[in-house]
């Protein structure tokens, strides 16, 4: 009897060492959870930040290759409306539509783009003032219209892309009188409608011209 007894406690005992070791387990899961949580929140804390191209900022006065907008998520950094990059690897996995083209500065442009399109580039001005900004555009036909924000403003209104003769062919178009203050901006280009050719532009760079008064 006494043995049964025994026996008897003994199995209650392993059994509530049982539950005890399940909850044991229950309770780590749950707290293994927490930091996947965290670094779930952190990965997205980071995505929404972008980084200058080489992380340098583009000083303006001065040039910037179109190509060399700043490093992110697709979604922060850029936006572009097919995954595919059309042109050539001159950025790894991106899916903006980059293109060689030896007419060009860096021997690199954007093409292939659809008005809601947009990139993003650091950059600082060093001097507060007004400037005429250029950008050589080429255009197979009428183009589309886009514009530059600073910081979600929109600082130049709507650019028109006239007909260069051909996609091949790159014309300067300049819009003068864009007034800036001096500070770190993120500029963003921002493709606003397609043209009768289907696409916005190819663009080479972007260049601030400070005028002098
Ligand atoms: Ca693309
Ligand atoms: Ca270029």
Not at 29 to 36: I, M, R, W
């Amino acid at each position: 009897m006494n043995r049964r007894l025994f026996a008897l406690a003994l199995s209650l005992l392993y059994l509530i060492g049982l539950t005890a070791c399940q909850n044991d387990a229950v309770e780590t899961a749950s707290t293994g959870a927490d930091p996947e949580e965290a670094a779930a929140d952190s990965a997205e804390a980071a995505a929404a930040t972008t980084t200058a191209f080489g992380g340098k900022r583009h000083a303006i006065p001065g040039r910037i290759e179109a190509e060399n907008y700043d490093e992110g998520e697709p979604g922060v950094a850029y936006h572009d409306l097919d995954e595919k990059n059309h042109g050539a690897d001159y950025r790894g996995v991106t899916q903006v539509d980059i293109e060689p083209r030896t007419d060009a500065s860096g021997n690199h442009g954007i093409g292939w783009t659809k008005a809601g399109e947009w990139v993003t580039y650091s950059v600082v001005v060093q001097e507060s003032g007004t400037y005429d900004v250029s950008f050589p555009v080429g255009s197979g036909g009428p183009g589309g219209t886009f514009h530059l924000e600073f910081d979600g403003q929109d600082v130049t209104g709507p650019i028109e892309v006239p007909d260069t003769g051909s996609f091949h062919t790159l014309k300067t178009i300049k819009k003068e009188g864009v007034e800036l203050e001096a500070g770190e901006y993120l500029m963003k280009m921002v493709m606003d409608a397609d043209g009768e050719t289907g696409w916005v532009m190819d663009v080479d760079y972007i260049e601030f011209e400070k005028k002098s008064l």
